[in-house]
């Protein structure tokens, strides 16, 4: 008896299960006469670390924060000046926020990366210019919830653009940032405020005593 036209037909398909259901992705799925063969590709955990130095000289009390699509891990450098963060999922794109104590005067960074395995990822921290100043609310009280994000302009490579929430954990707002142009950005979870067009210029020196006063709708773009 001839085998039906269907039955001949190999079909190459990709599936792919949502990690938040299954933790794993499936590929190559083949279905033929024959039994079928899955090609499976699982997540495994990796390590981050590397040592962050000013000049050739360990920095200590750096915090370090390791970020990925569903968790993160902070750690704080020793006099060594360096770090290490375990249990890391990956395939998957990580982001490294370093965090020096502001008393350096060191610039924060922030490194962006898809990784598949171990990482090491030193740091050589920079002196950087000083930007202080609040968020508030538009009746003038202190800003508290979701934090707008300073995002530098006109910076490569893409993997250290420096982009990353503005406000400290008290809610202020207090950091040291490399020379350069700076915006202040809105997430949407900041909804139902809006954000003045914001630009700050440190070039060339710190930039202190700032207030910037949230909206209940987009203000005017400034034109020159």
Excluded: C
Aim: hydrophobic fraction near 40%.
């Amino acid at each position: 008896m001839p085998i039906p036209k269907y039955r001949r037909i190999l079909v190459t398909l990709t599936i792919v299960i949502p990690l938040g259901i299954m933790g794993l992705t499936f590929s190559d799925v083949q279905f033929s006469d024959r039994p079928t063969a899955i090609g499976v590709i699982a997540q495994t955990t990796v390590s981050i670390s590397g040592i962050i130095d000013h000049s050739g000289i360990p920095v200590s009390g750096v915090e370090v924060m390791v970020s990925w699509d569903t968790g993160s891990q902070s750690i704080t450098t020793g006099a060594n000046g360096f770090y290490s963060v375990s249990n890391v999922p990956a395939p998957g794109r990580i982001t490294i926020r370093i965090i020096p104590p502001l008393a350096t005067g060191l610039a924060r960074e922030t490194f962006t990366s898809w990784i598949t395995g171990d990482l090491t990822q030193n740091f050589n921290l920079v002196p950087g210019y000083r930007l202080q100043g609040e968020i508030h609310n538009p009746d003038g009280s202190p800003y508290i919830g979701f934090s707008p994000v300073i995002r530098a302009i006109g910076t490569e490579p893409l993997e250290t653009v420096f982009n990353e929430p503005i406000m400290n954990p008290d809610g202020d707002v207090d950091m040291y940032v490399r020379p350069g142009f700076y915006a202040i950005l809105r997430p949407s979870e900041m909804s139902p405020y809006f954000l003045p067009p914001t630009i700050f210029d440190l070039r060339s020196g710190d930039v202190t005593g700032q207030v910037i006063t949230l909206s209940y709708r987009p203000g005017p773009f400034p034109v020159e």
